[in-house]
Protein backbone atom coordinates (compact mmCIF):
# COMPACT_ATOMS: atom_id res chain seq x y z
CA UNK A 1 0.00 0.00 0.00
CA UNK A 2 2.64 1.96 0.95
CA UNK A 3 4.43 1.68 -2.22
CA UNK A 4 1.50 2.31 -4.32
CA UNK A 5 1.47 5.79 -2.57
CA UNK A 6 4.95 6.81 -2.67
CA UNK A 7 5.18 5.84 -6.91
CA UNK A 8 4.86 9.40 -8.83
CA UNK A 9 1.15 10.24 -10.69
CA UNK A 10 -0.61 8.78 -7.17
CA UNK A 11 -2.72 11.94 -7.06
CA UNK A 12 -3.49 11.00 -3.54
CA UNK A 13 -0.19 11.86 -1.69
CA UNK A 14 2.14 14.66 -2.05
CA UNK A 15 5.19 14.45 -3.21
CA UNK A 16 8.49 14.93 -0.32
CA UNK A 17 10.64 17.45 -0.73
CA UNK A 18 14.43 16.89 -1.32
CA UNK A 19 16.13 13.97 -2.41
CA UNK A 20 16.47 10.84 0.22
CA UNK A 21 19.45 9.69 1.92
CA UNK A 22 21.05 6.59 3.55
CA UNK A 23 18.80 3.23 2.60
CA UNK A 24 16.16 5.41 1.63
CA UNK A 25 18.05 7.31 -0.99
CA UNK A 26 17.17 6.52 -4.85
CA UNK A 27 19.74 3.82 -6.98
CA UNK A 28 22.92 6.10 -8.42
CA UNK A 29 23.80 4.65 -11.78
CA UNK A 30 27.58 4.10 -11.60
CA UNK A 31 30.44 2.79 -13.70
CA UNK A 32 30.02 -0.96 -15.10
CA UNK A 33 32.15 -3.39 -13.26
CA UNK A 34 35.74 -3.19 -16.01
CA UNK A 35 35.51 -0.13 -16.58
CA UNK A 36 37.69 2.60 -15.12
CA UNK A 37 36.41 3.89 -12.14
CA UNK A 38 35.14 0.69 -10.84
CA UNK A 39 36.19 -0.24 -7.43
CA UNK A 40 39.47 -2.56 -7.71
CA UNK A 41 39.87 -1.23 -11.05
CA UNK A 42 43.12 1.45 -12.74
CA UNK A 43 42.12 4.23 -13.99
CA UNK A 44 43.95 5.93 -16.85
CA UNK A 45 47.71 4.28 -15.32
CA UNK A 46 48.48 1.65 -12.88
CA UNK A 47 47.76 2.92 -9.27
CA UNK A 48 50.33 2.42 -6.64
CA UNK A 49 50.64 -0.76 -5.29
CA UNK A 50 48.13 -2.62 -7.18
CA UNK A 51 48.10 -6.24 -8.36
CA UNK A 52 45.45 -7.67 -10.55
CA UNK A 53 43.37 -9.84 -8.96
CA UNK A 54 42.89 -8.44 -6.08
CA UNK A 55 40.52 -6.21 -4.56
CA UNK A 56 41.69 -2.52 -3.85
CA UNK A 57 45.04 -0.97 -3.43
CA UNK A 58 47.70 -2.33 -1.02
CA UNK A 59 50.00 0.62 0.13
CA UNK A 60 51.34 -1.75 3.35
CA UNK A 61 53.42 -3.54 1.28
CA UNK A 62 54.98 -0.31 -0.68
CA UNK A 63 55.17 1.29 2.65
CA UNK A 64 56.99 -1.82 4.25
CA UNK A 65 59.38 -2.24 1.20
CA UNK A 66 60.62 1.36 1.22
CA UNK A 67 61.19 1.34 5.35
CA UNK A 68 62.84 -2.20 4.58
CA UNK A 69 65.27 -0.80 1.72
CA UNK A 70 65.81 2.71 3.97
CA UNK A 71 67.01 -0.05 7.23
CA UNK A 72 68.91 -1.84 4.74
CA UNK A 73 70.87 1.13 3.17
CA UNK A 74 71.30 2.22 6.53
CA UNK A 75 72.62 -0.87 8.28
CA UNK A 76 75.17 -1.45 4.52
CA UNK A 77 76.03 2.23 5.48
CA UNK A 78 77.32 1.30 8.99
CA UNK A 79 78.61 -1.80 8.19
CA UNK A 80 80.75 0.32 6.04
CA UNK A 81 81.70 2.66 8.36
CA UNK A 82 83.32 -0.42 10.44
CA UNK A 83 85.12 -1.62 7.78
CA UNK A 84 86.35 1.59 6.62
CA UNK A 85 87.98 2.15 10.31
CA UNK A 86 89.27 -1.47 10.69
CA UNK A 87 90.63 -0.59 7.03
CA UNK A 88 92.02 2.44 8.32
CA UNK A 89 93.94 1.01 11.27
CA UNK A 90 95.23 -1.67 9.57
CA UNK A 91 96.94 0.86 7.27
CA UNK A 92 97.67 2.95 9.67
CA UNK A 93 99.58 0.15 11.63
CA UNK A 94 101.33 -0.47 8.46
CA UNK A 95 102.66 3.00 8.48
CA UNK A 96 103.60 3.63 11.47
CA UNK A 97 105.25 0.00 11.74
CA UNK A 98 107.09 -0.06 8.27
CA UNK A 99 106.96 2.71 6.09
CA UNK A 100 107.82 5.70 8.56
CA UNK A 101 110.63 3.72 10.44
CA UNK A 102 112.37 3.60 6.43
CA UNK A 103 111.81 7.18 5.83
CA UNK A 104 113.72 8.14 8.71
CA UNK A 105 116.49 5.75 8.07
CA UNK A 106 116.44 7.30 4.70
CA UNK A 107 116.36 10.99 6.14
CA UNK A 108 118.80 10.33 8.69
CA UNK A 109 121.30 9.23 5.78
CA UNK A 110 120.29 11.72 3.45
CA UNK A 111 121.46 14.06 7.07
CA UNK A 112 124.63 12.60 7.98
CA UNK A 113 126.02 12.48 4.22
CA UNK A 114 124.94 16.54 3.74
CA UNK A 115 126.74 17.10 7.42
CA UNK A 116 130.03 15.00 5.81
CA UNK A 117 129.47 17.34 2.27
CA UNK A 118 130.12 20.39 4.66
CA UNK A 119 132.77 18.86 6.31
CA UNK A 120 134.64 18.21 3.67
CA UNK A 121 134.07 21.21 1.45
CA UNK A 122 133.15 24.15 3.83
CA UNK A 123 134.25 26.35 0.94
CA UNK A 124 131.19 25.46 -0.90
CA UNK A 125 128.24 27.69 -0.92
CA UNK A 126 124.32 27.84 -2.33
CA UNK A 127 122.66 30.52 -3.64
CA UNK A 128 118.89 29.60 -3.43
CA UNK A 129 117.59 32.73 -5.27
CA UNK A 130 119.54 31.98 -8.10
CA UNK A 131 119.63 28.35 -7.85
CA UNK A 132 123.51 27.90 -8.45
CA UNK A 133 126.31 26.82 -6.54
CA UNK A 134 130.04 27.95 -6.33
CA UNK A 135 133.14 28.53 -4.25
CA UNK A 136 133.89 31.02 -1.43
CA UNK A 137 136.24 33.45 -3.42
CA UNK A 138 135.44 31.91 -7.24
CA UNK A 139 134.21 33.04 -10.39
CA UNK A 140 132.78 29.58 -11.41
CA UNK A 141 129.08 28.60 -10.64
CA UNK A 142 127.24 25.15 -11.24
CA UNK A 143 123.48 24.49 -11.13
CA UNK A 144 122.01 23.58 -7.60
CA UNK A 145 121.71 20.18 -7.34
CA UNK A 146 119.15 18.40 -5.25
CA UNK A 147 120.67 18.79 -1.93
CA UNK A 148 118.57 16.33 -0.10
CA UNK A 149 119.79 13.47 -2.71
CA UNK A 150 123.50 14.65 -3.28
CA UNK A 151 125.83 12.12 -2.65
CA UNK A 152 129.25 12.75 -1.03
CA UNK A 153 131.02 11.29 -3.94
CA UNK A 154 128.82 13.80 -6.54
CA UNK A 155 130.32 16.46 -3.98
CA UNK A 156 133.43 15.67 -5.29
CA UNK A 157 133.17 15.99 -8.88
CA UNK A 158 130.69 19.30 -8.44
CA UNK A 159 133.75 20.91 -6.24
CA UNK A 160 136.56 19.73 -8.78
CA UNK A 161 134.63 21.29 -11.85
CA UNK A 162 134.25 24.57 -9.65
CA UNK A 163 137.93 24.52 -8.89
CA UNK A 164 139.09 23.82 -12.86
CA UNK A 165 136.77 26.57 -14.10
Known amino acids: MRLGQMQ ?3 PGVPPQAGPQQG ?4 PQAGPPPGSPGYRGVPGPGPMPGFRPGRRGTDYADSIGGALGDALGE ?3 GVAAQFIGRAIKRRVQRAVDDR ?6 AAHQD ?3 EQIAIAERYPELC ?4 DKVVFLSGGTQTQPL ?3 GSI ?3 QADILVAQLRAG
Do not use: H, K
Request: hydrophobic share 50%; glycine share 4%; aromatic share 10%.
Open 99 to 104: VMPTLA
Open 151 to 153: TLQ
Open 145 to 147: PNL
Open 110 to 112: SFR
Open 8 to 10: PGN
Open 23 to 26: WAAE
Open 74 to 76: AAV
Open 126 to 129: ACFT
